[in-house]
């Protein structure tokens, strides 16, 4: 059964970088799509962008110039860096595996972690 | 256009059934993601694909298609299915959207 741990700061202030980490565990870490997506205090869902094992990169237009996803194959774990935070980008952000053909489909999920941006 | 459109909010009778439809232009081309979510919790995917469910996903959750409209159909609905539904797909421009969450309730 594959399980992805998340961790990472949970209070930023404004224009300090959210960075965050996902671990990868019981299952393959190549052949699919590794995702970040974020959900602010009682909305939808946004998706923020993709990576897989070989480091390939998508990211969502709209925080594209401020997001950096990274890829470390040798402990099976991706990060997530984004620059700039506003109080917007206060959310829960989780982590979640993509389908290898169907990108969009997430079966698993990390727990969440919540981010709070406040001076 | 990439949004997808979700009613905000959807009501059950315990044991009847239910549709929660998610419309968009890209539904016309990509297949549809289901995903329920209870408060606190990460999202499960429940309906993926044509009409597929994960493991431990009961059959009473089945999923279709047509035009620019997915829907989830819960037959015979449960307590327990009280929660929020997001549908998700990709854009022309292979970026991830996601609906903007179906909160039902379980009368």
């Known amino acids: 059964q594959v399980q992805l741990q998340q961790w990472g700061a949970g209070l930023l202030k404004p224009a300090e970088t959210l960075s965050l980490t996902c671990a990868v565990s019981g299952g393959s870490f190549s052949g699919y799509y590794w995702s970040w997506i974020r959900q602010p205090p009682g909305k939808g869902l946004e998706w923020i962008g993709e990576i897989n094992h070989s480091g390939s990169t998508n990211y969502n237009p709209s925080l594209k110039s401020r997001v950096t996803i990274s890829v470390d194959t040798s402990n099976n774990q991706f990060s997530l860096r984004l620059s700039s935070v506003t109080a917007a980008d206060t959310a829960v952000y989780y982590c979640?595996?993509?389908?290898?053909?169907?990108?969009?489909?997430?079966?698993?999920w990390g727990q969440g972690t919540l981010v709070t941006v406040s001076s | 256009s990439s949004e997808l459109t979700q009613d905000p909010a959807v009501s059950v009778a315990l044991g009847q059934t239910v549709r929660i439809t998610c419309q968009g232009d890209s539904l016309r081309t990509y297949f549809g993601s289901w995903y329920q979510q209870k408060p606190g919790q990460a999202p499960v995917l429940v309906i993926y694909?044509?009409?597929n469910r994960p493991s431990g996903i009961p059959d009473r959750f089945s999923g279709s298609s047509s035009g620019n409209t997915a829907s989830l159909t819960i037959t015979g609905a449960q307590a327990e299915d009280e929660a929020d539904y997001f549908c998700n797909s990709r854009d022309s421009s292979d970026n991830r959207v996601f609906g903007g969450g179906t909160k039902l309730t379980v009368l």
């Open positions: 979640a595996r993509g389908a290898a053909r169907y990108k969009w489909n997430y079966g698993n």
């Open positions: 694909g044509k009409n």
